[in-house]
């Protein structure tokens, strides 16, 4: 079975060896060969003045619109905060079943919490968040087995309380996506 | 397949659409768009909707006519009024002519969770009668493979008990799928739109189960860095699978009892009052009963979890289910390693029936695995099976029995020399002597 491809569009000035570590696990989670390159966008196109915010449905349609005939599953990471018109803030969303995906790092860190800054555990959140979206470009849908990295999360501590890896239905339906 | 929960968001603005619709789709829902209410209308000719989330403000007919129209349509139907101008009176005036809620655009991500729970918990009650009524077919069922009589009397069971709120006791010898059929009553009870949560209780040390039980707070012990939501607590509306529980600890047992009784909760090092409404299956490959008679289980405990007890018979009792059982581990395995189907010998088939599995179905899955693993690719041939290389008996006993066993031997072995021994099971002597202590081993 031919390798799947799974670009990551580095949008965020993110450090190439935290990309790798990213890469290791997304890469092997979705038996892709997981590439990353920087990626250059002028945001303040997507600022939304009144919410001090990004529009992550504008993100998510250039990021898509980017990919052009890029092979695979893309996502961007970006570092700043972004929302949706209904919510006060996502931290990334996708197309299911799609190709594109993106992640926002911004609310991923201790230090927005008052917390003293971790890089181990930004790394574990930034991987779920990555595998996460990319797991409905793959058509898989929030899951409810606790521990599925397919969780819906709504604040850090929710995304702290799962692993990174899919649950065997979700790895399963995975498998099926990439073969199809 | 259960049937999903469906949604029809009306919204004039077509990124407010695109934002809900992908968020619930997302989510499971089966999602769909109207971007006015006259639009929304003609969708409501021929398809039903369970919740209809709308704009107030929009061209033409505005939220609280729809909302109108829609209870003299379908009266069950659960309406949301969203709005970017939130007024008391427009407030109140919606929920006068039956909305469901009322919320503010944009809503916090918490809070439309917290929306769409209430929602489907509202559909979820409102069929819960009518499906107590209905003589049902069993969803979710795909997994359990077999045909056998004995199979079809335990899905009967299964049947009967799902739609109750009673607590189940699921026993059965170990690899027989215990917890598959808990997931089974689960996706055939009224809580199945909510959360199935299993703890592994023998997997846990009593400290470790009681945090992952009730959760526990920021800095209650080294290592709480945050806050933590228990089992319980995640089970709220839905079902909490407690499996191996004969290995709970007694100062859990009592715990637990508490919680069975009260559905409330504290968490670790926590002093706010939590409650939880869920539903526990239970499964342990022990005899509880006989558990109770040593004086190992509570018997409050016993009688407060044993309301139902289905019994999984072990493969050895329904030989018959062996051949779609084998294509059901051949068909997953090759899937899972991305190989062309393959088939099995007819020789092979016979030497998989002649067999008594004391690991029960587990036993016959790792052995499909490791076949297709060692084949040939084409199809599994006997020399494949490990059967015919008298593969070590796996034994029924538990995990405390065979190391009482083991350790009793050792020392035997060293007549009792207590470093001797030590050295040989690679403990240090105090871990061998609490071993003594516990199993209350004697020199023979």
């Not at chain 1, 961007?76 to 972004?82: C, P, Q, R, T």
């Not at chain 1, 919490?113 to 595998?131: P, T, W």
């Not at chain 2, 335990?154 to 009967?160: D, M, N, P, R, S």
């Not at chain 2, 859990?252 to 939590?274: A, D, H, S, Y």
Request: proline fraction near 2%; charge should be negative; glycine fraction near 6%.
């Amino acid at each position: 079975m031919t390798q799947k491809k799974i670009t990551l569009f580095n949008f965020g000035h993110f450090d190439n060896d935290l990309l790798s570590e990213v890469g290791a696990v997304a890469g092997k989670e979705f038996d892709a060969v997981f590439t990353f390159r920087k990626e250059y966008v002028d945001l303040s196109e997507f600022f939304d003045s009144s919410r001090k915010q990004y529009n992550g449905n504008k993100l998510l349609a250039f990021v898509d619109q980017r990919a052009g005939f890029e092979q695979g599953k893309l996502i961007g990471l970006f570092s700043v905060d972004i929302f949706i018109p209904i919510l006060t803030y996502i931290y990334g969303q996708a197309y299911l079943n799609g190709k594109s995906a993106i992640a926002s790092a911004h609310r991923l860190s201790n230090e927005r919490y008052g917390l003293a800054r971790d890089e181990k555990v930004f790394l574990s959140r930034l991987i779920k968040e990555v595998n996460h979206e990319l797991g409905h470009c793959y058509g898989l849908i929030h899951c409810h087995t606790p521990g599925c990295v397919m969780q819906s999360s709504t604040y850090v501590e929710d995304i702290d309380q799962k692993n990174m890896h899919f649950c065997d239905s979700c790895l399963l339906l995975v498998r099926n996506a990439r073969d199809s | 397949m259960n049937k999903k929960i469906s949604l029809l968001i009306v919204d004039d603005e077509e990124s407010v659409r695109d934002s809900l619709y992908n968020w619930f789709i997302e989510d499971g829902f089966a999602a769909g768009c109207a971007e006015s209410a006259g639009a929304a209308l003609s969708m409501l000719e021929n398809n039903h909707f369970d919740i209809i989330l709308t704009d107030i403000k929009m061209p033409g007919m505005d939220g609280l006519e729809l909302l109108k129209r829609i209870k003299t349509i379908r009266k069950e139907t659960i309406v949301i009024i969203m709005t970017a101008f939130a007024t008391v009176d427009t407030a109140v005036q919606a929920l006068k002519d039956g909305a469901f809620d009322y919320v503010t655009k944009p809503f916090d991500p918490d809070d439309l969770s917290h929306l769409i729970r209430n929602a489907s918990r509202q559909i979820m009650l409102s069929q819960e009668n009518e499906q107590l009524r209905q003589h049902l077919s069993l969803e979710h069922v795909e997994d359990i493979i077999g045909n056998s009589e004995t199979i079809r009397e335990v899905l009967h069971e299964v049947q009967q008990v799902a739609a109750s709120n009673a607590s189940v006791i699921i026993t059965g010898e170990s690899g027989t799928g215990k917890e598959l059929f808990a997931k089974a009553i689960h996706a055939n009870s009224p809580r199945r739109y909510f959360p199935l949560v299993s703890v592994h209780c023998g997997a846990l040390s009593e400290s470790l189960l009681e945090s992952e039980l009730f959760g526990h707070e920021k800095g209650a012990f080294t290592g709480a860095v945050y806050n933590r939501k228990g089992r319980f607590e995640m089970a709220d509306n839905g079902t909490i699978f407690l499996d191996e529980i004969a290995t709970i600890s007694m100062k859990m047992q009592i715990e637990l009892l508490r919680v069975l009784e009260t559905k409330n909760f504290i968490r670790v090092g926590g002093n706010k009052l939590i409650s939880s409404d869920f539903r526990v299956i239970c499964a342990t490959n022990r005899d509880l009963k006989q558990l109770v008679e040593e004086g190992r289980f509570r018997e409050d405990l016993y009688y407060r979890l044993n309301v139902v007890n289905i019994r999984i018979p072990p493969l050895r009792n329904r030989m018959e289910d062996i051949p779609e059982l084998v294509q059901h581990f051949i068909k997953k395995y090759c899937l899972a390693m991305s190989r062309n189907l393959v088939g099995i010998e007819a020789a092979a088939l016979l030497k998989l029936q002649e067999y008594d599995y004391p690991g029960n179905v587990r036993e016959l899955e790792n052995m499909i695995e490791r076949a297709i693993v060692v084949g040939n690719g084409k199809e599994i041939r006997v020399k494949d099976l490990p059967l015919q290389k008298e593969i070590a008996t796996i034994s029924s006993e538990s995990l405390e029995d065979l190391e009482k066993k083991h350790v009793l031997s050792i020392l035997n072995k060293y007549d009792w020399n207590i470093s001797r021994a030590a050295k040989a099971l690679q403990v240090d002597r105090v871990t061998l002597y609490n071993k003594i202590k516990k199993y209350d081993l004697k020199q023979g």
